[in-house]
C-alpha cells in the first residue's frame, strides 16, 4: 500500500545548538535516492574533518522503504537511532540528517546522547521547516485546439493542478489529481466539454 502523503525536508539547511559546552550542528537536506543521502553524508564530513563525531541517519521512499542510521563511534544506539526515530516520529521521508558534534568536556551519558541527537534533529526540522507532498495520479486530457484555451482555464478555476501541455495535431494537457477525484473528475471533464475531450491514466507522482 502506497502512502498518500509523506512530509520532506522544506530545503537544505544547518541548525546549531550547545549542550554541555558540547557544539551539536545537524546539516537536514532532501535526498530523492540513498545515493543523493550517501552524497551529502561523505560532503558533511569533508567539512568538519576534526569533529568528534559525524553521525547520521536518513529514510528515503514514501513508504520509509530504506533507512540507514550511523553513530560513527559514539556508543552504540545513542545517535544515528535517535536521529532516525525523531525523522519518522514526523513522517519525514526522502531526508538526511548529518549532526556533526565537537565534544565540549563534559560527558553527556547515554540518555543525554540521545536526548541531545533526536532533539537537535527536531530542532533542526522546526528551524528548516517541512513541506507535504500528496499522491497524485497523472492524467492526460486531450482535447482539440478551439477548445484547449477554455479547458485548461475551466481546470485551474476548479483547483486542478496542470503540469504539463503538449501541442500536436491535439492539445495534450497533463493533470495531477488525487487518486479519490478520479470518478468526478471523469464526470465532470465529459460535462465540460460535451464529451470531445479524450482522458488517458498515467502512473503516479507526488507533488505539493
Not at 517541512?130 to 483547483?159: F, M, P
Request: proline share 3%; glycine share 10%.
Amino acid at each position: 500500500m502506497k502512502a498518500d502523503q509523506y512530509v520532506t525536508v522544506a530545503r537544505e539547511g544547518m541548525h546549531e545548538s550547545e549542550i554541555n559546552r558540547s557544539r551539536f550542528l545537524c546539516s537536514l537536506a532532501p535526498a530523492a535516492t540513498e545515493q543523493e543521502a550517501q552524497d551529502f553524508v561523505a560532503r558533511i564530513r569533508k567539512e568538519h574533518p576534526t569533529a568528534t563525531h559525524n553521525c547520521f541517519a536518513y529514510v528515503v521512499g514514501a513508504d520509509a522503504s530504506v533507512q540507514k542510521a550511523s553513530d560513527d563511534g559514539e556508543p552504540g544506539g545513542t545517535a544515528g537511532v535517535p536521529m532516525l526515530q525523531m525523522l519518522m516520529r514526523r513522517d519525514i521521508r526522502y531526508a538526511v540528517a548529518v549532526v556533526t558534534r565537537y565534544y565540549g568536556g563534559v560527558k553527556l551519558g547515554a540518555g543525554g546522547l540521545i536526548r541531545a541527537y533526536g532533539g537537535v534533529v527536531g530542532e533542526a526540522l522546526d528551524a528548516l521547516g517541512t513541506v507535504t507532498r500528496r499522491r497524485y495520479r497523472l492524467a492526460t486530457v486531450t482535447v482539440d485546439h478551439q477548445r484547449a484555451g477554455k479547458t485548461q482555464n475551466d481546470l485551474r478555476s476548479t483547483g486542478r493542478t496542470v503540469v504539463d501541455l503538449r501541442y500536436g495535431a491535439e492539445v495534450e494537457i497533463e493533470v495531477a489529481l488525487p487518486e479519490a477525484d478520479l470518478p468526478a473528475f471523469e464526470a465532470w471533464l465529459a460535462d465540460t466539454t460535451a464529451g470531445s475531450a479524450g482522458l488517458t491514466l498515467g502512473g503516479e507522482t507526488y507533488a505539493p
